[in-house]
């Protein structure tokens, strides 16, 4: 079964700075997906970005970007220049290219982001 | 377009009673899934279904079962609610064409069980 591990509970940036989140994962896999969602008080879960595990090229969503170190199992979220809005809980999460396993996700247990005006 | 539809938003129920809750999937996607999420457990895949047919499930007792219809539309159910039932329950769907392609999944603002 796959894990997926978030090692930062917490974490705080300054407004217009930028802030890392750490993602690490289990897999014996070759063929999957990777995600950062992000969940505002509203509740409702965004997708933030998403990042195929054959794809070499690091994902890049606007103000967001990945680190995809396949080898190390590592996927990280860096979000530049930092505002408000960005405030949230974030979850990575890992999808399975095996067609039996079909859409189910596999959740980190999320970072609180928070930004300092 | 209009998102992942959950009803209802709140939901209140007593230890023992059973509770149903809805999800309307977005037009045209044919993928529903749902999860848990609780303080202590993270988020938790309960099931999925795709063209009425349950296509995976998780580590979850028999209690908790769900169905879909011919329009996408799901329903989860949970009988002889526990107090540890109390979680917020979130639906996703996804566009899947076929079995070996599956777009992101896009999920709805969630129902609040409490269990008292």
């Known amino acids: 079964a796959q894990t997926v591990t978030q090692s930062q509970p917490e974490m705080s940036v300054q407004e217009a700075e930028t802030v890392t989140l750490s993602c690490t994962y289990d897999?014996?896999?070759?063929?999957?997906?990777l995600f950062w969602y992000k969940q505002p008080p509203s509740r409702q879960m965004i997708l933030v970005i998403r990042?195929?595990?054959?794809?070499?090229q690091n994902a890049t969503e606007n103000r967001f970007s990945v680190n995809f170190q396949k080898a190390a199992k590592s996927f990280s979220l860096k979000i530049s220049d930092s505002q408000l809005g960005d405030a949230a809980m974030y979850f990575c999460?890992?999808?399975?290219?095996?067609?039996?396993?079909?859409?189910?996700?596999?959740f980190g247990g999320g970072t609180r982001l928070m930004v300092k005006p | 377009k209009a998102g992942v539809t959950q009803t209802p938003r709140y939901l209140i129920k007593t230890r023992g009673q059973q509770v149903t809750l809805s999800c309307s999937p977005i037009?045209?996607?044919?993928?529903v899934s749902w999860y848990q999420q609780t303080p202590g457990q993270g988020l938790q895949f309960l099931f999925e279904?795709?063209?009425?047919?349950?296509?995976n499930k998780g580590n979850f007792p028999g209690r908790f079962s769900g169905r879909q219809f011919s329009n996408s539309r799901s329903e989860m159910n949970v009988s002889t609610l526990e107090l540890g039932d109390s979680a917020l329950y979130l639906c996703?769907?996804?566009?899947?064409?076929?079995?070996?392609?599956?777009?992101?999944?896009?999920f709805g603002q969630g129902t609040r069980l409490t269990v008292v």
């Open positions: 996703a769907s996804s566009f899947t064409q076929t079995l070996a392609y599956a777009t992101e999944a896009f």
């Open positions: 897999t014996s896999e070759s063929d999957y997906y």
């Open positions: 990042q195929e595990a054959y794809k070499q």
């Open positions: 999460a890992y999808r399975s290219g095996n067609n039996n396993a079909g859409n189910m996700l596999t």
């Open positions: 037009s045209g996607h044919r993928s």
């Open positions: 279904y795709f063209s009425e047919t349950q296509r």
